[in-house]
């Protein structure tokens, strides 16, 4: 996918950076950057987008995105309300891969790191045995000085590096590929999608907000993703009615039409499709 390269911004006192943000706008932007982003959210929920992985996020999770890897997170209505907005909480770590120099990541001990730091570019999300320690590590960084944080840095990574049961996110056939100059066509074709997808997707608007028309658009679109626009879809929504089974707060009909289907019949199809099994049986699995 392309997207919009940023500069992070270098901080002279510190290796790498550390902050915590109640804005969810500022991650509201398709992008990616040099530095791995390790990304808490204390509190905060919506869908997030990294290379070609499309899921839901929820408080508590923590994921790792490597290096020049395209992301962007789409936070739920009610924390980008313009008044009486939840205020989201969220704590982010960047740091480059040679951060702490090239002799110390090359060292013989340092090679489960190195393969971490190498999975990482198809995106990790922790899982949640892991959160919890990880957490309480992160929130020490922003709280420490001097050599402290590069050790609670270095044991976040090492536990991640051992534990080995973390889900990775992109597909296995997904590459990065770094162009800018499309950068806001594709910004603003995944912030429509994400706004959109639980609703009737309007391929003609759709097309329209990128400059192209619908033709150009669907094999732009699928040169970029790998996948028909089509097919993006379906997988969102079938990952969007997955969580919401999971949930179990509704029944498996209202699932099928707040996950964006317009009707049973093709919501059961495409989610066997997906997923290899019926959503009832999926539900029951789960709970």
Request: charged share 25%; hydrophobic share 35%; net charge neutral.
């Amino acid at each position: 996918m392309k997207a919009q390269l940023l500069h992070l911004n270098s901080n002279l006192e510190h290796s790498f950076n550390a902050r915590r943000d109640d804005t969810p706008q500022y991650h509201n932007l398709w992008h990616y950057h040099e530095e791995l982003e390790l990304i808490y959210f204390a509190k905060g929920s919506g869908t997030q987008f990294i290379g070609d992985s499309v899921r839901r996020f929820e408080s508590g999770d923590i994921t790792l995105v490597g290096s020049n890897l395209p992301h962007y997170w789409l936070f739920d209505e009610i924390y980008l309300r313009e008044e009486e907005a939840e205020p989201a909480d969220i704590r982010v770590l960047h740091f480059k891969e040679n951060f702490w120099g090239n002799d110390f990541i090359n060292l013989p001990e340092n090679k489960s790191i190195r393969d971490l730091i190498r999975v990482s570019k198809r995106g990790i999300s922790l899982s949640e045995t892991s959160r919890l320690k990880t957490a309480q590590l992160i929130d020490a960084i922003l709280v420490s000085t001097g050599t402290a944080r590069i050790i609670h840095l270095l044991e976040i990574l090492q536990r991640m590096a051992t534990e080995g049961q973390h889900d990775l996110l992109t597909s296995p056939t997904f590459s990065i590929q770094l162009q800018d100059q499309d950068a806001n066509r594709m910004q603003i074709a995944m912030q429509y999608i994400g706004e959109n997808y639980r609703d009737q997707i309007r391929l003609q608007e759709l097309a329209s907000l990128t400059g192209m028309t619908p033709n150009s658009f669907c094999r732009y679109f699928k040169s970029q993703i790998g996948k028909t626009l089509f097919q993006f879809l379906i997988e969102m929504r079938v990952k969007t009615a997955c969580n919401l089974l999971m949930e179990n707060k509704h029944t498996v009909k209202q699932i099928c039409f707040e996950a964006g289907f317009q009707n049973f019949s093709s919501f059961h199809k495409y989610f066997k499709n997906v997923t290899g099994t019926t959503p009832l049986s999926f539900q029951r699995s789960k709970t």
